[in-house]
Nanobody, 124 residues
Framework: VQLQASGGGLVQAGGSLRLSCAAS????????MAWFRQAPGKEREFAAA????????YYADSVKGRFTISRDNAKNTVYLQMNSLKAEDTAVYYC??????????????????WGQGTQVTVSS
């Protein structure tokens, strides 16, 4: 599976962005999907995840109520709608696909495939 993330950019605090992650090579419907992010000098951290059926999405506390993850299996694409952005949301955002049952949805080890990342910069 090849994942291509897009939609990042520069936005003022309080603004919104919508990230997209398009897949090729294999259908995404078999995989749990997630967005992680990595700020400069920090470890990659979980942001949001969604199961194969699209139900019961899961969010990190830091983004809950502001970010919404969704998937369109027909388009082989996953989205992350980000509202009320804050300066601390500045990071490279990565989409991931996988379904390793030994690891939880919030763990990087749950995922086998990663996109190249898209930069999100929020100015205060």
């Amino acid at each position: 599976v090849q994942l291509q993330a897009s939609g990042g950019g520069l936005v003022q605090a309080g603004g919104s962005l919508r990230l997209s992650c398009a897949a090729s090579g294999r259908t995404l419907s078999h995989y749990d999907m997630a967005w992680f992010r990595q700020a400069p000098g920090k470890e990659r951290e979980f942001a949001a995840a969604i199961g194969t059926s699209g139900g019961s999405p899961y969010y990190a506390d830091s983004v809950k109520g502001r970010f919404t993850i969704s998937r369109d299996n027909a388009k082989n694409t996953v989205y992350l709608q980000m509202n009320s952005l804050k300066a601390e949301d500045t990071a490279v955002y990565y989409c991931a696909a996988g379904n390793r049952p030994l690891y939880s949805l919030v763990a990087t080890r749950h995922y086998d495939y990663w996109g190249q990342g898209t930069q999100v910069t929020v100015s205060s």
